[in-house]
Every structure is written in structure tokens, then in C-alpha cells.
């Protein structure tokens, strides 16, 4: 029973697997778990787009409840279940050593994290499954499955704090001496970001998932359990622009491989520094609660809903041209790689703020009053643009730091052509909704012709559009996957395959004295110059 | 000087102040009622205000920490503890049970509270059970800097409460169970059974017994297979219901008997 | 010699403090939030319900007294707990535990007088929207109450362990830190649910 004694046991090795609260361990067990339950929502999407291509009646699913069911289970799935994780996993194992900490902050708490989320997904599936969900429009859901999906739903989020509070604490108190906050590399000062927003934005989304909790059990709702209610209530965490807030971690990604991969200082560190947590800001999405408008004030055509779009759209440009810049300024060095050709996790890295960039644009566009676009699929095509986004940056973040967490090498080219392929299913579902979305197409389209605003050739033209897009992002999801899992048995991958700059590609971080943001490149040219 | 950290989370909380101050005048609020949350006067969408007035607030409190703690600089650690250089943060502290155990122990309490409230009770206790030992691990590994000494320190102070309550707790719910299997079975079948159960039992313990070496993981999982049996059968019949229960009453020489009509 | 030999022991080696501090303060801070939605959509809906000009609470369900006298118990479970960080930080073992045992009471007592009050209410759950949120807040707040009476419990298993005070101050402020959070919640209620009813 005790702990310590497991060593000393010989713990068998069903033993070492729930026990391990390594941080390493840890972050694969959330990547496993994460891209497994991505699958899932993957699916349940090219499902909900295969139902969406015949509006007469419900072909995939039995009944318009069913659809609309598997519809919010595909937006909560990618968000909570799938992206989040993902990106929690990537920062567990990597930020530890980006700070140069032997382990995580309460370590055990991390597992704890871990378990309690994994047993939270398991009972929010559950409660799909059994026809529970979020509650359907006509009613038509069984209340208590609908309360077992909220209360899997209150575990996930209480993982997802715990490991975040694990993180954060580990990004501030578990730095080497030299490494201030400000040097810390991009990633981690973006999860550090990300982190205090998701602190700040997931404890609203359980105020209100118990709200709507307490007022179902047992009874006539009076009013926010009400099984039409309760999807409204949480859908403002599955669209703009709560969704910055949880994919921004990809900028870090992103700007932690361009400059390794380019073999260059980035220019404006601070100025990343700033616009990350400005993005982070206008991420802060739980005001946006559209369930609650006041009559007269509805928030979403409240001026501060638009600044917050347009300002959303500006930083990202802003990030996207300090990106370009980067590029710009050190195309010299591309050449000089193996064959010739840029690094797949940097050809991703650009394509993932590329998608980041197109998801803030249509975000500006659907808070236009004239275009009345807030109601539509273009809502849809934001939030998979977003997450899409960061999905292709977790897959860039995977295959840079994948050799150091898992140790084994995986096939840079299938990697990169996984990235592709999501990067264009993404693009599709994303353009096709927008111009559905123009055309009036709302975004539940239920069962029914009514239902779906008013569908005429060109929208059901544009949802084969769609649908392929989202077989395509299954596709690259699966092929990341099948990449993943060529890692566990993969050659053994060098310690520092990259060339690095941050303490996490050192041999002994506790050795490196730390200057600057880039201690490695430090040692590196200092050593150049002496000799 | 003001720390990055400092920094951010000031500039959340003048960030998130400003637009709470400014979604409170646009959405229709009057002079005051921002400024002063809503205090005298009025905001417009109060969830818009609050939201961001929270936010602020809670950024406000990170930034007070962070510029009290010097960012948690390593710096600042080593300075407090007048060292040269500053201790890890946090060791590897090995393989722990204690999260899963919790985290079930959580997983229980939330599916009890929707499916039944034994549940729900049973996890609110597993939860607090694991508090107490994970606070004693916790607890032991500040003890000293010898591993086994500490844990043996723990385990002489938690052993003597451990095993009592685990074999109690254990043969509690085997007893459960059994009694569950006894009672929904016929009467002569729960001759056979609590016959056949005890002959199994008696017949695993001699072949345990006479095979000293069997090894000891064989050993556990038939043990727990057996366990885990046992429960599921109790939950079974607990589920299916006792047998009928028949008295035939009457004159002086009626006696209690126990019929089997219903099956 | 024999098992259960004790050996001199090696001293702990030194954490770096403050560790517990931080990490504590990002969970208050995500606790604070979750109070702050709920208070943000009990002030909406309470907000438009006056203005259909609807009832909120019914007249007189609400009486003034037992929130105050919660206050007062809550005000003196703050000071108690400042008692504790201070023996905490001053190395006074003793104190310390009298004070962290004393504010751990009055978390209990706060507990129940909160059971009283909601029987005092006497409505139930599902009156109308008012009481849905009224119970909502005020049974989570409850809870986080229980959470830090547990948490106190916990920290004063430790305490009686010897680890209380000096190298291990960090757990008396840590719990301190989640307890004025507590403190600070209930005040909000008293103020903005029970006054303002």
C-alpha cells in the first residue's frame, strides 16, 4: 500500500503504469488518451456532416434529438476531450524540461489530474452514448444520462484545472537560475498564458454545467435545466472566441520551431511576448453568454463582442506577419537542411498560424451586422478553424519534440503528410461553412428543411464540400496517429536532433548558464567565437 | 522593479478591468454604474461585467503574488533560504497509488451523485480515506532524507489502522456478498452453494498452502479474481432479489416454514 | 541489528518554498472565478426578473439575522486563520495548532449553521429561478468550506506530525491562502444575496 515500497517490491508492470507520476509518462498518457478521444469526435464529425448532406430526413441518426446529440458531442469532443488534452500532454512532458525541471509541480496531483480527467471523458462519453449528451432541442434525451454527461463533463474540466495548476506552477517556480519569465521559451510562456486563461475561463463553463446539473436532477427544471437550455448555456466554450484561448498554445509551438529551424534569433521576442497574452485576452469568452442576454443587451451584438473579433483578427495578423518576417529574414539557412528541404514540424508550424490567421478572419466577418452571419454554420467554420489550427500545430509540436519525449524516432515524411491533409480538410469545412453560412445556412440544421434556414443547391453543394474536408482532417488525424504509434517502436531518435536553443534539447539543463532566451545558441556561438 | 510575471497579470487585470468598464458603458450602463460594480448606478449585461470584473480581480491577485514572490525566480528561492543556489522545486517523487485510488474515488462520487446515493456516499469516504494517507506520504517524505527510513515511519504509524480497516472493509463486502448469493437462492441451492463455496475455498487453501512457492503474483490474482467474483455475484443477485419468504401460520403445532412456490 | 531498528536519520534535503504558495494561489484564483460566474448570472437573472417586475424571493423567506451571525462566524475564522499563518511563520508550534484546530471549528459551525439557515428558508430548491441559484451558490460554497475544513484537517495531521511550522510554514499559509478565498465568497453572498436579497 505504500508507495515507496513499490520500488522496492519490484512493482509488476500493471503496477508501474497506474502508479507513474513522471511527467514525462504523463504527457504520453494524456497524448494517447487525447488522440484517441480525437478519433472519436472526428468521427462522430463526418457523421454529423454525412446526416447534413440530406436534409429530407434523418439517415445516419435516428431522430433530429440523436443528431443534435452527436452534433454537440463533436464540438465538446474536439474542444475538451481531444485538443485541450493534447496540448496539456505536449506541455506536460515538454515544459518541464523548457524550465529545467526534473519533474513536474505535485507531481501526484498531475496523475491525479490525468486519471480524473480519463474517468470524466469516460462518463461524458457514457452520457452520450445513452442518449444523454447536452440535452436536445425537442426534449427527447434521457434526463438522467443528461445529468451523467454533465457531471463527466464537471470531471474533465477539474482534470484539465488540476493539470493546468501543475503546469503553471511548474512554468513559475521550477526555473533554473537565469531563466526569468521573460526568457522562458515561447511555448511555455504560451501555455503559461493559455494556462492562467483556462484557469480563469473552465471554472465559468462548471458554474455553469452545475447549474444546469442541480436544476435537472430528480425534477421539472425550473429553468436552466431545461433540456433545450443546456447546450445554450455551454456552447459559448465551443465557439469564438473562448477557442483562442484554448488553441493558443500553438503560437508557442510554432514560434519555438521556425527560428531553430532557421538557425536565427527571433527578432522581436517581446513584442511575441505581448501579442500572445493580448490574444490571450481577447480568448476570455465565457462573457459571451448568449443565454443569459438581458432582453435589449443581447452580448453578441454588444460593441465589446465586435472589438473583440476585429482585435482577435489584428493580433493574429500581427503574429502572422512577425512569423513572415522571421521566414524572411532566415530563408538563407532553409537550404542548408537534409535534402534540401524545410523541417515538416516548421512546414506545419507556418500552415497551423496560417489556419489561426483564417479562423480570426472569419471570426471578424461573422460579428459584421449586414452579413448576419452569427447564427449561421460560419459560427461552425470558426471554431474548426481554430482547433483545426491547433491540431496542426500540436501535430508541428509532436514531431519536434517527439524524439526527445519518446525517445524513438517516427517518419518525418508521414508526418508531414498527415499535416497536409488536415491542414486541407480544415481549410474545406472551414470555407465551405463560411459560404454556407453567407447563403443563410444555420448551423445546427437539425432534420428538417426549416430547420436549416434556407438551403437551396449551392449549400448542399458546398456540404459535400464539407464533409469531404472533415473525412480528410479523420484521415490526417489517423495518419498523425499511426505516427504516434510507430514512435513506441521507432530506432532510437538522437538527443538533439533539431539543433536546439532552449534548455529542453540540453544534456544537463542544471549545467547551462542562462543569459538569454536562447542559452544553447548562446554556448554555441560563445564556443564559436572563442575558438 | 516589476517582473514579467508581474507584468502579465497586471496587464490582464487593466485589460480585462477596461473592457469590463467598457462592456459595462456600451451595453447600455449609466455614468457610475461601471466604475463602481454596479454599486450606484447600473451596468448593462451583467454576465459581460461580472465575468470581467472577475477576471480582473483574480489577475489582480495573481500580480500581487507574483511581485511578493519575485516571480518564484530561482533567485529569489535561494535568497530566502540564504543559500548559494536554489533548491529543485519539485523532486521525482516515484510511483504513487494514491492519484488513481482519488481519482476513482472522485470518478465514484460524481457517478453516485446521478445513479445512486450509496455510491455517492462510498466515494465521498474513499475520497477522504485517500486525503489522510496521501497526506501521510506526503507527510513521511519530509521526514528525512532516507527514503527507507521514512517509509518505514509511515507505515509504522499507518499500518495498525490500515490493516484493520482494510480486513474489515474486505471481509465486510465478501460477507455482503455472500449473503446477497445465499438469500437469492433456493433453499436447498444455497445449501449447495455455501457447501460448494467453502469446499473451493478449503481445496485453494490446501494447494496453496502445500505449494509454498507458487509465485506470488499467481497467488494475488486468483485471490483477487476470486474477490472480484465474489462481488459481482453479490451485486447480481442483489439486483435479482431474495427469494420468497412464506409462513404458514395456524394452530398449535404450525411451523415456520420456508417454501420455494415463487420459482 | 533486528528490523525496526531506528537509524540516525539523513535531514530532509531543502525544498524550494513557495512552491505550495503559487500553485495554491492558481487554484483559489480558478475557485474565485467559478463564485464569480455564479454571481454574474444570479445578478442577470435577478436583474431581468425585477424588471418583468416578477417576485425574486418571496417577501420575509429570507431573514437578515442568521447571515449576519454567519458573517461574524466566518470574520472570526478569518482571524483565527491569520492566528495560524502567524504561529505558522513565528515558529510557535502550539499556537499554531490551537488556532488552525479553532478555525476548522468554525469552518464545521459555519457548515451547520448554513444547514439551519437554508431549513430557516424553508423553500425549496425548485421554487422558482431565484432559489434554484440561491441553492446552487450557497450549497458550492459549502462545499469549497468543507474542502478547506478537510484541508485543514489534513494540514493539522501534519502539524501534530511536526510539520507545522518552520521549514514547513508553507502549509499553514497555502490552506490560509484557499480559507480568506472562502472568507472573501461568503461576504459576497452575505452582501449581495442575503442584504440585497
Given at each position: 500500500m505504500t508507495d515507496t515500497s513499490l520500488e522496492a517490491d519490484g512493482a509488476t508492470a500493471l503496477e508501474r503504469v497506474v502508479t507513474s507520476t513522471d511527467a514525462n509518462t504523463l504527457g504520453r498518457y494524456w497524448l494517447g488518451a487525447g488522440s484517441l478521444t480525437l478519433l472519436a469526435s472526428l468521427v462522430a464529425g463526418v457523421l454529423v456532416a454525412l446526416e447534413r448532406?440530406?436534409?429530407?430526413?434523418?439517415e445516419v441518426f435516428g431522430s433530429a434529438d440523436e443528431i443534435f446529440q452527436f452534433w454537440s458531442a463533436y464540438r465538446v469532443g474536439l474542444v475538451l476531450l481531444a485538443i485541450v488534452p493534447i496540448i496539456v500532454g505536449l506541455g506536460t512532458a515538454v515544459a518541464p524540461l523548457q524550465v529545467g525541471s526534473d519533474s513536474i509541480a505535485f507531481p501526484r496531483m498531475a496523475a491525479f489530474s490525468f486519471w480524473t480527467w480519463l474517468i470524466g471523458a469516460g462518463t461524458t462519453i457514457t452520457g452520450f452514448l445513452i442518449d444523454g449528451g447536452l440535452g436536445t432541442p425537442d426534449a427527447g434525451s434521457q434526463r438522467q444520462a443528461v445529468a451523467l454527461t454533465l457531471v463527466g463533463l464537471l470531471m474533465v474540466i477539474g482534470g484539465l484545472l488540476g493539470a493546468t495548476v501543475s503546469l503553471l506552477t511548474t512554468i513559475v517556480c521550477g526555473r533554473v537560475a537565469g531563466l526569468t519569465l521573460r526568457r522562458i521559451p515561447l511555448f511555455s510562456w504560451t501555455l503559461l498564458v493559455a494556462g492562467t486563461f483556462w484557469l480563469l475561463t473552465l471554472p465559468v463553463l462548471a458554474a455553469n454545467a452545475v447549474l444546469a446539473y442541480v436544476d435537472l436532477r430528480g425534477r421539472t427544471a425550473v429553468r436552466f435545466g431545461a433540456e433545450d437550455a443546456i447546450w445554450e448555456q455551454l456552447s459559448w466554450s465551443f465557439s469564438h472566441p473562448q477557442v483562442y484561448a484554448f488553441a493558443l498554445p500553438l503560437v508557442g509551438i510554432a514560434f519555438d520551431i521556425v527560428p531553430v529551424s532557421l538557425r536565427?534569433?527571433?527578432?522581436n521576442h517581446d513584442v511575441v511576448l505581448v501579442l500572445t497574452t493580448l490574444l490571450g485576452v481577447v480568448g476570455?469568452?465565457?462573457?459571451?453568454q448568449s443565454f443569459f442576454d438581458t432582453p435589449g443587451t443581447p452580448v453578441m451584438y454588444q460593441a465589446i463582442y465586435v472589438v473583440d473579433a476585429f482585435a482577435a483578427a489584428l493580433i493574429a495578423l500581427a503574429l502572422f506577419g512577425g512569423l513572415a518576417d522571421t521566414l524572411r529574414r532566415g530563408a538563407?539557412?532553409?537550404?542548408?537542411g537534409a535534402g534540401n528541404r524545410p523541417p515538416a514540424p516548421m512546414v506545419l508550424s507556418v500552415l497551423a498560424m496560417l489556419l489561426l490567421l483564417a479562423a480570426a478572419a472569419v471570426g471578424a466577418l461573422r460579428v459584421v451586422?449586414?452579413?448576419?452571419?452569427?447564427?449561421?454554420?460560419a459560427t461552425g467554420a470558426q471554431m474548426t478553424l481554430t482547433m483545426g489550427a491547433a491540431f496542426v500545430g500540436a501535430m508541428a509540436g509532436t514531431l519536434w519534440w517527439g524524439d526527445r519525449i519518446f525517445g524513438k524516432v517516427s517518419s518525418q515524411g508521414l508526418g508531414l503528410l498527415a499535416g497536409l491533409a488536415a491542414v486541407v480538410g480544415v481549410l474545406m469545412i472551414g470555407v465551405a461553412d463560411l459560404l454556407s453560412g453567407f447563403m443563410g445556412q444555420n448551423d445546427f440544421t437539425g432534420a428538417s428543411l426549416a430547420a436549416a434556414g434556407s438551403p437551396d443547391s449551392g449549400v448542399d453543394a458546398l456540404n459535400v464540400v464539407a464533409l469531404v474536408g472533415s473525412v480528410l482532417l479523420l484521415v490526417g488525424a489517423l495518419g498523425w496517429f499511426a505516427n504516434g504509434i510507430r514512435r513506441l517502436t521507432g530506432a532510437a531518435a538522437p538527443a538533439d536532433p533539431w539543433g536546439g536553443h532552449t534548455l529542453e534539447w540540453a544534456a544537463d539543463a542544471s549545467t547551462v548558464e542562462v543569459t538569454s532566451e536562447r542559452p544553447l545558441l548562446d554556448a554555441l556561438e560563445h564556443a564559436g567565437s572563442a575558438s | 522593479m516589476l517582473t514579467t510575471g508581474f507584468k502579465l497579470w497586471f496587464g490582464i487585470f487593466v485589460a480585462a478591468f477596461g473592457a469590463a468598464v467598457f462592456a459595462g458603458y456600451t451595453s447600455g450602463g449609466d455614468e457610475t454604474g461601471p466604475l463602481t460594480v454596479a454599486w450606484k448606478g447600473a451596468v448593462g449585461n451583467h454576465v459581460s461585467y461580472g465575468l470581467l470584473i472577475s477576471v480582473a480581480a483574480v489577475a489582480f491577485g495573481l500580480a500581487l503574488f507574483s511581485i511578493a514572490f519575485r516571480d518564484g525566480d530561482a533567485e529569489a528561492a535561494a535568497e530566502l533560504l540564504g543559500t548559494e543556489t536554489a533548491p529543485p522545486a519539485q523532486r521525482p517523487v516515484g510511483g504513487s497509488w494514491w492519484p488513481i485510488f482519488a481519482a476513482l474515488g472522485v470518478g465514484a462520487t460524481a457517478v453516485g451523485a446521478v445513479v445512486h446515493p450509496a455510491v455517492f456516499v462510498i466515494g465521498i469516504c474513499a475520497v477522504a480515506a485517500i486525503a489522510v494517507e496521501w497526506t501521510m506520504t506526503n507527510w513521511s517524505e519530509k521526514l528525512s532524507g532516507d527514503r527507507a527510513h521514512n517509509a518505514a515511519q509511515r507505515e509504522k504509524l499507518l499500518r495498525p489502522v490500515e490493516i484493520p480497516v482494510l480486513g474489515t472493509l474486505g471481509v465486510g463486502v465478501l460477507v455482503l456478498a455472500m449473503s446477497r448469493v445465499l438469500l437469492a437462492s433456493s433453499v436447498n441451492g444455497a445449501v449447495v452453494v455455501a457447501t460448494v463455496v467453502g469446499v473451493v475455498v478449503l481445496c485453494g487453501a490446501i494447494v496453496i498452502s502445500r505449494n509454498p512457492n507458487l509465485p506470488r503474483g499467481m497467488v494475488q490474482g486468483v485471490l483477487l479474481i476470486g474477490f472480484v467474483a465474489v462481488i459481482v455475484a453479490g451485486i447480481v443477485t442483489a439486483a435479482t432479489g431474495e427469494r420468497e419468504f412464506h409462513q404458514k401460520g395456524g394452530g398449535e403445532h404450525a411451523t415456520d416454514t420456508q417454501s420455494e412456490d415463487g420459482h | 541489528m533486528a528490523a525496526g531498528t531506528e537509524v540516525a536519520p539523513v535531514e530532509a534535503p531543502l525544498a524550494r518554498p513557495r512552491t505550495l504558495l503559487v500553485g495554491t494561489a492558481f487554484a483559489t484564483g480558478a475557485a474565485v472565478m467559478f463564485f464569480g460566474a455564479l454571481f454574474s448570472l444570479y445578478s442577470s437573472v435577478r436583474n431581468d426578473t425585477l424588471a418583468w417586475g416578477a417576485e425574486w424571493f418571496?417577501?420575509?423567506?429570507?431573514?437578515l439575522k442568521p447571515g449576519g451571525s454567519l458573517m461574524s462566524t466566518f470574520a472570526m475564522a478569518a482571524i483565527t486563520m491569520a492566528w495560524a499563518q502567524y504561529s505558522a511563520i513565528h515558529e510557535d508550534r502550539v499556537h499554531g495548532l490551537i488556532a488552525l484546530g479553532l478555525t476548522a471549528l468554525l469552518g464545521i459551525a459555519a457548515i451547520n449553521q448554513t444547514v439551519f439557515y437554508f431549513n430557516d428558508i424553508g423553500l425549496p430548491i425548485d421554487h422558482n429561478v431565484a432559489t434554484t441559484l440561491l441553492y446552487v451558490i450557497v450549497g458550492t460554497h459549502m462545499v469549497m468550506t468543507g474542502i478547506a475544513v478537510l484541508w485543514m484537517g489534513l494540514v493539522l495531521l501534519r502539524g501534530f506530525g511536526g510539520q507545522g511550522t518552520g521549514r514547513h510554514q508553507d502549509l499553514v499559509i497555502a490552506v490560509s491562502i484557499f480559507w480568506y478565498a472562502v472568507v472573501a465568497v461568503y461576504s459576497v453572498i452575505w452582501l449581495f444575496i442575503y442584504v440585497a436579497k
Open positions: 448532406l440530406d436534409l429530407g430526413g434523418a536565427n534569433r527571433l527578432a476570455f469568452g465565457a462573457y459571451a538563407g539557412n532553409l537550404g542548408s451586422d449586414p452579413f448576419d452571419l452569427l447564427a449561421t454554420s | - | 418571496p417577501e420575509g423567506a429570507i431573514e
